[in-house]
């Protein structure tokens, strides 16, 4: 029933549990306004809020959906790294932006008119057509709703699609559009070439250094290094700390026994259902099949469609109906169950694959647990180091002395830049992937106290900004070897065009590809028709696009796809795509309609957003992504 309801996105329903997902990244951009109003709003378009519960609610049940669709449990480090967080975020704004247009323009819905939708909407119908309400709660449990949540949902959604509905209704995709889509996606190019390598066309001599050093005065840019500095730290997060825990085998064995039933996976099953008003019907369905005929031709012949029936892969807790359920986790796979009086209906079920249960050993879970109950021992060790650290910066101390004092390890990154690499080029392991400690950094003046930096896995840097060594040009004997190299590749490319043109213009002259290709001992290539987009392995994607500007017989040149020769070749075909008739018209409008209608939602949630303005309170969003309340003394 999920499985019926999750295909059907193109109801009204369905887009209610899936978001309007039409806001992107590309409406919204990255930065916005951070504010201070409400202690407990992740952020505001108009007078429109959206609660720290609100955000929390959508971001927990994403990672729920998530996790069964990958099969584990997603952490919240997990989630922020997919971007689920700001795909939430966006997706919250805009349904907060189009609401303060709807309140602006007193839209609104009765409870009643909203309740009259959901008993018409067919995924909630029982077998008997009529609203069923054990089918209604059971999808609601699916999808982690109350009763009053959802129909708070839907009677916003409502609201919100009186507005979207009306911008995308009315648009119309233009012959031209179609016509020049058609041509843009379909048209195709054919090619013939010879891929000369560099070495045909002779040596580039070793620079000199001589050469070098005027490559490297006359291109200082390339050759500057980044504003750095020295940094002191400690660096206490729970992945860090736990290395060096040690958990003994009756505490991992204690929680393997405790939680043991979280580890296994049950048994699950493709299952289709064919549900009957009553028995006599069920009979007569069964005996049909049993005479050969296809249990989705008979589906089909009570007016269903696979959707209809398909419960997708499901566990025996999936299966609502106590009775339903165990005749269908006994029957062999491919084999069309006896009519099972179920409690709400008579169905006929059959199994088309089945996922035995994997019970998972105390061995196989030995690392997870061990991992699990470290992370967890060093987050409390964290804690307790907390208040003794501040302690004693508090009383002057220095990083290093609290470090030695408090048996804690202190680190001194003697060269790091704003992008965490160190001097050698290479990632510094201890602060590379702390986005917003080296934001601080580099934001904070040297000698002076600063607030430690929380992690994203809640640990916590302190660190000390002790010199900072301003951008500067690198002296020319640390990177003349890189000049050299550099020197020789602009050579080398300068070398390959400047061949290659000569060779479009022999051919431009009356010269073949054919003679070309004996006097470089190289054999003619044959290209299949390209569509713009089409990847192919020896033609580069710049020779394809200099082949649609040209047209049948001309002639060009580019870098050849290892980057170490020339391509040189003709245009052999130029074929315009067929007429569109009127069915692939239609299927070519389908196709194209819903862009222009999310181009026209984008922009109008992007005006939108610009009328009401839009603050985003960046402390309370980080608790609520992390699952944490809001605390004033935060801030």
Partial sequence: ????????????????FIGLLVMSFAVWGVADIFGGYGTQTVAKVG????????????????????????????????????????????????DAAIESQANTMGLGVTG?????????EAAFKGSDGNFSQARFYQLLQANSLSEQAFMQRQQRAVILQQITGTVTSTHQVPKVMLDATNKFRNETRKLSYINVPLSKFGEVNEPTE???????????????????????????????????????????????????????????????????PDKAMADAAYEKIQNGADFMEVAKGR??????????????????????????????KDEVSKPINGALATVIAKVTKIEPAI?????????????????????ETILDSYDKIEDERAGGATLAEIGKKLGLKYSEIVDIDARGMGSDGKPVELLARQAGTLRAIFAAEVNLETDPEETSDRGFIWYEVQKVTPQRLKPFDDVKDEAAKKLRETEERALLAKKGQELVD????????????????????????????????????????????????????????????????????ANAPASLDSKAREALEKSVAPEIGDDLIAQYVRALRQDYGVTINQIVLDDAITGRQYSADRR
């Fill in 359 to 379: 019970v998972k050993t105390l061995d196989d879970m030995r690392v997870t647990i061990s991992t699990g109950l470290a992370a967890e021992k060093a987050a």
């Fill in 210 to 276: 001589e050469n070098a050093r005027n490559y490297y005065n006359t291109h200082n840019s390339e050759f500057r290094a980044p504003e750095s500095r020295k940094v002191g730290a400690i660096v206490l997060t729970p992945s860090a700390l736990a290395k060096d825990i040690k958990i003994s085998d009756e505490d991992i064995k204690a929680y393997f026994e405790h939680n043991k039933a979280r580890f296994n996976t049950p048994e699950r099953r493709a299952v289709l259902q064919l549900p009957f």
């Fill in 303 to 332: 007016g269903l469609t696979k959707e209809d029936v398909d419960l997708g892969l499901i566990a025996k807790t999936g299966l609502s109906d106590e009775t339903v359920a165990d005749a269908v986790f006994s029957l062999p």
């Fill in 112 to 120: 009643n008119a909203v309740a009259a939708r959901i008993k018409r």
């Fill in 1 to 16: 029933m999920l499985e019926a309801l999750r295909k059907g996105t193109g109801t009204w329903i369905a887009k209610i």
């Fill in 47 to 94: 007078d429109t809020e959206i609660s720290s519960q609100d955000f929390q609610n959508e971001f927990q049940r994403e990672m729920r959906t998530l996790s069964t669709r990958l099969g584990r449990n997603i952490t919240f480090s997990d989630a922020r790294s997919l971007g689920l967080d700001q795909q939430i975020l966006l997706r919250l704004i805009g």
């Fill in 506 to 573: 022999k051919l431009r002259n009356g010269e073949t590809l054919a003679v070309l290709a004996s006097g470089f001992e190289l054999e003619v290539m044959e290209s299949k028709p390209l569509k713009r987009n089409d990847q192919d392995a020896k033609i580069p994607l710049a020779t394809l696009q200099q082949a649609f500007a040209l047209k049948k017989g001309d002639y060009g040149s580019s870098i050849a796809a290892e980057g170490k020769g020339r391509l040189v070749f003709q245009v052999t075909e």
